[in-house]
């Protein structure tokens, strides 16, 4: 089994920034070369894509609504994967949340991804 456990959400102002991270364990989680993805779930709405990236780092793929705003990277000795958010706009706020794809390939829906965090509150004021 794999736990992965957000944090860094909080509230901020329109135009700020703020920085998710992830942490990952469990026996199983090192043992693929994994994909890990960044989702977020606004009220009332389904739950969408953000970012994903691959095991090297080397591929990432960003929803086209947070392109050039939002960077996410990983640092595999530490089993934790971020999420870097910038110019913070209201349409931003969501629970955020972390996921472990264990196949091959950059995947944008939830469906293709194994294991979920609990998710974290990210709240953008106007």
């Not at 700020?16 to 993805?37: E, I, K, P, Q």
């Not at 595999?76 to 931003?92: C, F, G, H, I, R």
């Amino acid at each position: 089994q794999v736990q992965l456990v957000e944090s860094g959400g909080g509230l901020v102002q329109a135009g700020g920034s703020l920085r998710l991270s992830c942490a990952a364990s469990g026996r199983t989680f090192s043992r693929y070369r994994n994909v890990m993805g960044w989702f977020r779930q606004a009220p009332g709405k389904e739950r969408e894509f953000v970012a994903a990236i691959n095991w090297t780092g080397g591929s990432t793929d960003y929803a086209d609504s947070v392109k050039g705003r939002f960077t996410i990277s990983r640092d595999n000795a530490a089993n934790t994967v971020y999420l870097q958010m910038n110019s913070l706009k209201p349409e931003d706020t969501a629970v955020y949340y972390c996921a472990v794809r264990s196949a091959y390939g950059l995947g944008n829906k939830d469906h293709e991804y194994d294991y979920w965090g609990q998710g974290t509150q990210v709240t953008v004021s106007s």
